[in-house]
């Protein structure tokens, strides 16, 4: 989403703001009301200063009370109300203000009379239904602590962690000069071995470390850190965690590094709060998408394949395939 530059250029956007008013308005009602004739409200007594129902901020014939802001306040990320309570509200209450201006001079040119807002209205009401079903569908998602026990029963060794001593090797880039951090390819090649080698036989990381380890160009890791299922490369997990206590990896190759682990220790899995909590969160995910897999089952529902169509394949003469991103894996510190 766009920033669009209120006031100050203030981190508030106009999409959020309408995002956080439209619930109001797509049944019906509007961000601000009808203000009571009279001059405008004074400040409140102190009695009064928590009230939902004072009138916090005025637009001409438009006002809107407390209660209406701290509620738009909840709507907001988390991020965004800490930045509230550190900054104060003024800022929001500038933003309020300029939205409820411009909503005023909008319907005043007509602007709300148009197919093209009436459209998007509809979309936005859409939008805002979808999103409390989902939220409905989640809060019924619950996750019982037997299915979470069962869950780990079944998938106990996906939670197995291994203690690895990682080995990182610079190469650097063909052309580079010599000021440049790093070994040519058969250098990192030659010392990778040598390392390995040294490895292999049961020489210990911290003297191999004291041998090889150069700032910037060679890392040897004397403290083994936990690798889990999932965080490495596919082959690079393979061997990992195929491998036994006291194994060395071959040497992988990840472009601008070759890389190779020692393996310090195999920890078998245990039901504790962050596996639990991660047990949890994929049943739910799993729960969520069967109940939004079953309304789409039981709704009819069709799309015009010629117009939403597929991504294109290569054909028999070996058409282009789409492109394709690749981003090399983050190995354990």
């Known amino acids: 989403m766009n920033q669009i530059p209120w006031g100050q250029g203030r981190w508030f956007t106009m999409g959020l703001l309408i995002a956080g008013l439209l619930a109001g308005v797509a049944y019906g009602q509007t961000p601000g009301r009808q203000a009571p004739a009279g001059p405008a409200p004074s400040a409140a007594p102190a009695a009064q200063s928590s009230s939902p129902d004072k009138i916090v901020l005025r637009v001409g014939d438009e006002w809107v009370t407390q209660g209406e802001v701290e509620g738009f ?19 929001l209450g500038d933003e309020y203000v300029q939205l409820l201006l411009l909503s005023q001079d909008a319907v005043k040119h007509h602007l709300d009379s ?3 807002f009436h459209q998007m209205l509809a979309l936005r009401r859409r939008q805002l239904l979808a999103t409390t079903e989902y939220q409905e569908i989640v ?32 190469k650097k880039s063909e052309g580079a000069d010599k000021t440049t951090p790093g070994l040519t390819a058969e250098e990192a090649k030659n010392r990778a071995e040598e390392i390995r080698k040294a490895l292999s036989a049961g ?31 596919p082959d690079m997990e393979k061997a990992v965690f195929e491998l036994k206590d006291g194994q060395v990896t071959e040497v992988f190759d990840l472009t601008q590094y070759l890389v190779l682990y020692k393996i310090a220790s195999h920890k078998a899995a245990e039901l504790k709060k962050g596996v639990s909590a991660q047990i ?15 309304l789409k089952k039981n709704a009819k529902v069709w799309l015009d394949e010629s117009y939403f169509t597929a991504p294109s394949q290569p054909g028999p003469q070996g058409a282009a395939k789409p492109a394709t991103i690749t981003v090399e894996p983050v190995t354990p510190k």
């Open 114 to 116: 148009t197919p093209a």
């Open 73 to 91: 306040i909840q709507g907001l990320s988390p991020q965004v109300r800490r930045t509230l309570a550190a900054q104060g509200r003024r800022s």
């Open 139 to 170: 809060r019924q998602s619950v996750v019982t602590p037997e299915e979470i026990s069962k869950y780990f029963a079944a998938h106990q060794s996906d939670y197995e962690e291994v203690g690895v001593n990682e080995v990182v090797i610079r």
């Open 203 to 233: 020489d210990d990381i911290k003297k191999v470390a004291d041998k090889y380890q150069v700032q910037n160009v060679v890392r040897v890791d004397t403290e083994p850190s936990p690798v889990r299922r999932g965080a490495m490369r």
């Open 280 to 294: 949890e969160n994929t049943l739910q995910q799993q729960k969520i998408k069967s109940a939004i897999d079953e």
